[in-house]
Each structure stands twice: as C-alpha cells, then as structure tokens.
C-alpha cells in the first residue's frame, strides 16, 4: 500500500513539476532533480523542486 501512495504523491509532484517549468519540462531533468535529494519524505523533495513549503507545513501539522 505505501508503494502506491508514493507512486501518487510522486506523480503529483511530477505534475506541480510540468506546470511549473511550462515549455522548458524535460522528464529527465524532473528525475535528476527528484533523485539529487536522496530519500527525503516527498513533502519535503516539493519544496525543494516547487519552492513551495506547503507541502511541508501540512506534513508537519
């Protein structure tokens, strides 16, 4: 089960991802990016690739 809702918050972040980087996305740099950071909850990885702490102030409420 957690395999499946890390997969979800992957693709998640995938998605906040390709919006953010517009006609620039490339899915190879979204992977070096994601995997750079070790393994760090996701909520963490998305404020480091989106400079959105939301994510991370949500995780620790």
């Given at each position: 089960?957690?395999?499946?809702?890390?997969?979800?918050?992957?693709?998640?972040?995938?998605?906040?991802?390709?919006?953010?980087?517009?006609?620039?996305f490339?899915?190879?740099?979204?992977?070096?990016?994601?995997?750079?950071?070790?393994?760090?909850?996701?909520?963490?990885?998305?404020?480091?690739?989106?400079?959105d702490?939301?994510?991370?102030?949500?995780?620790?409420?």
């Amino acid at each position: 089960m957690s395999y499946i809702t890390g997969k979800w918050q992957i693709m998640n972040l995938l998605g906040r991802y390709k919006d953010r980087q517009g006609g620039n996305f490339r899915l190879g740099q979204f992977h070096d990016d994601l995997i750079k950071n070790g393994s760090l909850p996701i909520s963490v990885v998305e404020w480091i690739l989106l400079d959105d702490p939301s994510s991370l102030q949500k995780a620790v409420k």
